[in-house]
């Protein structure tokens, strides 16, 4: 189950009755019309575990924490979710709040109450670290999680797990990232990881890949460590560039 947020800089979007007066040609305002923006999931759609928005509410949703619910942060970067990630740990209102390490930077412990008190809730930057990798996206987590949890907490047991993300405004949230880039951040060591390997990527990946007529799966924007000298226009530019679209490619799921 996934459940995502908007994070609009001065405004709600809201779609109730018809569709939003817009600018685009014809053929684009059919295509929006035939997507039918805001209907819910059809009845042969839906499931238990995989309700639409009107089930949650009327069924008076609630996530189990003294069970086996487990909740999953995606944390798309320059989406705000850094602070909503801090606000998962200490702010919550819970029976067992979360306990923050002051000699563990960036950690703190999220435990159960009730009967299962050694079990954690959260699997987070901030409660479990990147355990499925730095900024890990939709196919890296679905893939990761249930495998590590079960290491950590030496248990097979079945749990159900609830995704949340954060979504910003696509140019904002651009904008936000190349002065992120411009100041120096790389996450190189992000793992782009799918069907079991890492993406192909570097010089020597080039060379492998060659030599066996595949393509480069990751390009690169830059030499050196860091993007140096980079302007906005060389960061639009540049067909590599992972910012680009990030939010619907780390949540749409990929394949190499």
Same mark, same amino acid.
């Given at each position: ?66 069970? /086996? ?8 970067? =320059?989406? *705000?979710? !850094?602070?909503?990630?801090?606000? &998962? ?43 499925c990798g ?37 140019? /904002? ?8 880039? =411009?100041? *120096?951040? !790389?996450?190189?060591?992000a793992r &782009? ?64």
């Amino acid at each position: 189950m996934l459940y995502v947020g908007y994070y609009f800089p001065s405004s709600t979007l809201r779609i109730r009755n018809g569709l939003p007066k817009t600018n685009l040609p014809a053929l684009d305002n059919l295509l929006l019309t035939l997507d039918q923006p805001g209907k819910p999931l059809s009845d042969t759609h839906r499931s238990e575990s995989n309700p639409s928005y009107e089930d949650v509410v009327a069924n008076d949703f609630q996530f189990d924490i003294s069970g /086996h619910d487990v909740m999953v942060f995606l944390h798309i970067q =320059k989406t *705000g979710g !850094t602070t909503f990630g801090r606000h &998962l740990v200490r702010d919550l209102d819970l029976q067992r709040g979360c306990q923050c390490h002051s000699k563990v930077r960036k950690r703190c412990t999220c435990l159960r109450p009730g009967p299962h008190s050694t079990e954690t809730w959260l699997f987070s930057r901030y409660s479990t670290g990147w355990q499925c990798g730095l900024h890990a996206d939709w196919t890296e987590l679905t893939a990761c999680v249930d495998d590590t949890m079960n290491v950590l907490e030496a248990s097979n047991i079945r749990r159900k797990y609830y995704y949340i993300t954060f979504l910003r405004d696509p140019v /904002h949230r651009f904008l936000s990232e190349f002065r992120h880039v =411009k100041r *120096g951040a !790389t996450w190189k060591n992000a793992r &782009l990881a799918c069907g079991g390997r890492s993406a192909t990527r570097t010089k020597l990946a080039n060379e492998l890949l060659s030599a066996h007529n595949f393509q480069e799966e990751i390009g690169s924007c830059y030499d050196g460590a860091v993007w140096d000298h980079l302007t906005l226009e060389k960061f639009m530019s540049c067909p590599h560039n992972l910012a680009i679209n990030r939010q619907t490619r780390m949540l749409a799921g990929k394949r190499w």
